[in-house]
């Protein structure tokens, strides 16, 4: 073999082995799991507006999403005759009651005089909820307006679990939970004996809820 021919080898195994070298391609898949987002919910209602089926509502938000003590605070008007202090502690005794009976047992109750005011009751409590991992989107031509030519920049994995996110019941369990709460049962009894009671209208009305980021801005 001549000097010519030996170069020649050496310069292709160069070559060859040039192409098992390391590849620095970035990953198109989603290695990132559920969110959990902290939120505080403020809700306003006045207090002719307060039914059994508002309060069931409400406690079946807070079921599922509920962080913290429910923070009940009764607004009213002292110069009001119709409606004074006596009036406004007997009404919020008998919303924590419904509560207690539909198995919330972690409410803090006040009333407050609030000068010219008409009754009115605000309810606060910070709640968690599960979202998809950070950054993440649906896959294009899933429902967020996305094309497929954009399907260069996302995530493969990404819409499985943002749909998990949103089939979690109770978001605060991704926190961990020690133990079962021995009031599941009691409390899935009494939901199903207020539907025997209340109209389904009642039952599926509006709640109005303020976002923390609201009074944030």
């Known amino acids: ?61 807070y079921e599922r999403f509920g962080a913290s003590t429910i923070q009940m605070s009764l607004g009213y008007d002292p110069a009001n005759k119709k409606y004074g202090a006596m009036q406004a502690f007997n009404d919020l005794a008998k919303f924590k009651g419904r509560l207690n009976k539909l198995g919330i047992q972690n409410v803090s109750a006040e009333t407050v005089k609030s000068e010219g005011a008409t009754p009115t009751l605000m309810i606060s409590y910070d709640t968690v909820s599960a979202v998809g991992p950070a950054g993440c989107r649906n896959m294009p031509g899933f429902e967020d307006g996305l094309t497929t030519g954009e399907i260069g ?60 980021s609201d009074i944030q801005e």
């Open 1 to 61: 073999m001549n000097k010519n021919s030996g170069l020649l080898l050496l310069m292709c195994g160069v070559v060859a082995l040039t192409g098992c070298a390391r590849q620095s391609t970035p990953s198109m898949m989603n290695t990132s799991r559920v969110s959990v987002v902290p939120e505080t919910h403020l809700l306003q209602v006045p207090v002719a507006e307060v039914t059994d089926g508002y309060l069931y509502r409400l406690a079946t938000d």
């Open 153 to 212: 920049n996302y995530k493969f994995g990404c819409s499985t679990e943002t749909m998990l996110a949103k089939q979690i019941y109770r978001p605060a369990d991704l926190l961990g939970n020690d133990a079962s709460d021995p009031g599941d049962g009691r409390r899935s009894a009494n939901n199903v004996e207020y539907y025997r009671q209340v109209e389904a209208e009642e039952a599926e009305g509006e709640i109005i809820r303020i976002q923390r």
